[in-house]
């Protein structure tokens, strides 16, 4: 049987940790992901940032909105099918409100041989297009040398003040 090389790697959780520690988020509002399961529980471990589980992508969407509000540094840790489900509630608050949501996204079923566009299923083959037709700017994260896409597409939100996402393409070790 032949070996098919992987076109996205793990990315460390700490790594990713560090990264989100030194941006000063404030707090890690997540809907549970399996693709990142690795930074929850490294997250989890930690008193800061605090990480704060919402039930539905559109809760977390606004939770973010009002920890904004309220002078934190927040962000979203969720996954692909979640981001998809919730657009209508980032179009409201993050788009038309001028809200800056940096969002952590896992490919949730990813064929890690495959790059995106070349993954049989339509919420991994289509999510960058989706993406790209809400000029929601997007950034890939498919190896740990691609780990300053989290600063960039951090800062990218709060200049815009609209909703930036770093789609994380291989579970996190």
């Known amino acids: 049987m032949a070996h098919t090389a992987a076109v996205a790697i793990p990315v460390p959780a700490e790594a990713i940790v560090r990264e989100i520690e030194a941006l000063g988020i404030t707090h890690v509002v997540n809907v549970p992901d399996t693709h990142q399961k690795s930074v929850l529980a490294l997250l989890a471990r930690r008193s800061h940032p ?3 589980t919402a039930c539905t992508e559109d809760e977390a969407v606004g939770i973010n909105a009002g920890l904004y509000v309220g002078g934190q540094r927040p962000m979203l840790l969720i996954q692909n099918t979640g981001l998809l489900a919730s657009l209508n509630c980032v179009k409201g608050i993050a788009m038309d409100a001028s809200v800056p949501t940096f969002m952590l996204v896992g490919l949730f079923g990813r064929d890690v041989t495959k790059t ?14 989706t993406l790209d037709t809400w ?3 997007w950034y890939p994260l498919e190896r740990p ?3 300053g896409a989290i600063a960039e597409a ?17 579970p996190t070790s």
């Open 116 to 129: 995106p566009e070349d993954d049989p299923r339509r919420v991994i083959n289509r999510i960058g297009p």
């Open 154 to 170: 951090y800062r990218t939100s709060l200049e815009t003040r609209g909703p930036t996402v770093v789609l994380v393409g291989a």
């Open 50 to 52: 605090a990480l704060i």
């Open 145 to 147: 040398d691609q780990i």
């Open 135 to 137: 000029e929601i700017p």
